[in-house]
């Protein structure tokens, strides 16, 4: 099992530009995360989905959307990205009381 | 509404000492505390949990946590650190089992000093 994988690694954009991370899970769990950590900040959730289908708001979703395409996948989509969003993106999935996290993505927005 | 305090960024120990790492928590409710482990450029792992089952908690890598509720901390031990104990280590808590629930610390940074 791959469990959480996240694409890409790495990526640079400039202000302004838009891209999607994208997210997947092959452990047939119902939910699934957003995440962004910054120094000093621990993790701060920024979408969060229940099932397929649906999809709510976390801590600090302005500037993010999401796509929960199916059961497995969940997108997280920027815009038009601003330096703000200069992070580390981490994407979860759920089992009763314990989550499953990926690699991460780190992102610089210059 | 749940939060949770992690005391110290930073901790340094001798290799050989114990590691006491702090998490104090608020919650309305009765929570499910967690706490992971993160090394560099990885994602978080998680090393133990607790969810309302016995108060002291044994998790992987001889880390354990107990949960005091009069005192509403978790804090994770282990009686003897070790090199690759060095990382960053994160408490959450939940006041429930799914949703946006899930509240993270600050974090707390693990040296361990040869």
């Known amino acids: 099992n791959a469990g959480v994988t996240q694409t890409p690694k790495f990526q640079v954009l400039k202000t302004g530009q838009s891209m999607t991370l994208q997210c997947a899970q092959d452990?047939?769990?119902?939910?699934m995360y957003w995440y962004r950590q910054d120094p000093g900040m621990g993790l701060r959730l920024i979408y969060y989905?229940?099932?397929?289908?649906?999809?709510d708001k976390g801590e600090v979703p302005n500037g993010y959307n999401v796509s929960r395409l199916n059961k497995r996948e969940f997108s997280l989509r920027l815009e038009s990205a601003a330096p703000s969003q200069t992070s580390v993106y981490f994407c979860?999935?759920?089992?009763?009381?314990?989550?499953?996290f990926g690699p991460g993505t780190r992102l610089t927005v210059t | 509404a749940q939060s949770v305090t992690q005391l110290g960024s930073h901790v340094s120990v001798s290799e050989g000492a114990l590691v006491l790492l702090r998490c104090n928590y608020s919650?309305?409710?009765?929570?499910?505390l967690f706490w992971y482990v993160q090394y560099p450029n990885q994602g978080l792992q998680l090393l133990l949990k607790?969810?309302?089952?016995?108060?002291l908690v044994k998790g992987i890598n001889g880390f354990e946590a107990e949960f005091k509720k009069s005192e509403t901390s978790f804090h994770l031990t282990k009686p003897s650190a070790h090199m690759s104990d060095a990382a960053e280590y994160f408490c959450?808590?939940?006041?429930?089992?799914?949703?946006?629930?899930?509240?993270f610390g600050t974090g707390t940074s693990l040296t361990v000093i040869p």
């Open positions: 979860a999935s759920s089992v009763g009381a314990q989550q499953y």
């Open positions: 452990m047939n769990h119902n939910s």
């Open positions: 989905s229940a099932s397929e289908g649906t999809t």
């Open positions: 919650s309305s409710v009765p929570p499910y």
């Open positions: 607790y969810t309302s089952a016995a108060t």
């Open positions: 959450a808590v939940s006041a429930g089992l799914t949703g946006n629930q899930f509240y």
